[in-house]
């Protein structure tokens, strides 16, 4: 079945260590996102990437760092200079350009980050 | 400067009755796109619908239905009949392609509707 699989479900991190969030689509979609939601909050995007090897910031990317080797990966680091990690992050795709904005993103199951 | 915004947090409705969600949405840009999504408890994001902003036709779907109103900004998304399944959080959002958010999505803080039997 074509879709964006996202691991580890559940992820604890100890405070000061980095972490990497894993996202994967077989949906051959050009555009793939990440983004961040907390309680009560909508969606914020963190990083967006159009095509391999090309990735931009998005609204709160501090602390954050992505990589986009392979079209149908995007794998998001939480770094320790991230201040407040604790979230549920969720990894989307589209098909075409990132301005194709008609284009609707698929989601991920998310990934659930716990700092202890 | 582009919003959205989903001024019901929570809404509790008893099954088979309708139920409204609002969206109230800002832009400067002509062209633009609006989108529902649905969360379940799962976490997923499910996309229900788009609209283009030179579209202002109201769409049904079953016993989904969406108003779109470009006089006031809105896009209201009404359910009918509503299930103890529809309980989820519902996510309005707005793209622009040639705006400052370059294409990217930008949603409302979303509304929690339990249903409850």
């Known amino acids: 079945d074509g879709g964006i699989t996202q691991s580890p479900k559940y992820l604890f991190r100890k405070e000061g260590q980095n972490v990497t969030l894993s996202c994967e689509q077989n949906?051959?979609?050009?555009?793939m996102y990440w983004y961040r939601q907390d309680p009560g909050q909508g969606l914020r995007l963190i990083y967006y990437?159009?095509?391999?090897?090309?990735?931009q910031k998005g609204d709160i990317a501090e602390g954050y760092s992505v990589s986009r080797e392979k079209k149908e990966s995007f794998p998001l680091t939480v770094t320790s200079a991230q201040k407040n990690p604790t979230a549920f992050y969720l990894c989307?795709?589209?098909?075409?350009?990132?301005?194709?904005?008609?284009?609707?993103?698929?989601f991920g199951p998310g990934t659930r980050l716990t700092v202890l | 400067a582009q919003k959205v915004t989903q001024a019901q947090t929570e809404i509790s409705v008893v099954e088979k009755e309708d139920v409204t969600l609002d969206c109230v949405y800002e832009?400067?840009?002509?062209?633009?796109?609006l989108f529902w999504y649905k969360q379940p408890p799962s976490g997923e994001l499910v996309f229900l619908i788009r609209?283009?902003?030179?579209?202002?036709q109201n769409e049904i779907s079953g016993r989904y239905s969406w108003n779109f109103q470009k006089s006031t900004s809105s896009f209201n998304f009404t359910i009918t009949a509503s299930q103890v399944v529809d309980s989820a959080v519902y996510f309005c959002?707005?793209?622009?392609?040639?705006?400052?958010?370059?294409?990217?999505?930008?949603f409302g803080k979303g509304t929690k509707l339990s249903v409850k039997p």
């Open positions: 989307a795709s589209s098909i075409g350009d990132v301005r194709s904005s008609y284009n609707e993103q698929f």
């Open positions: 959002a707005l793209s622009e392609p040639y705006g400052g958010s370059q294409g990217n999505l930008i």
């Open positions: 832009t400067r840009d002509t062209t633009y796109y």
């Open positions: 949906l051959n979609h050009d555009a």
């Open positions: 609209r283009n902003s030179f579209d202002e």
């Open positions: 990437s159009q095509i391999v090897n090309d990735f």
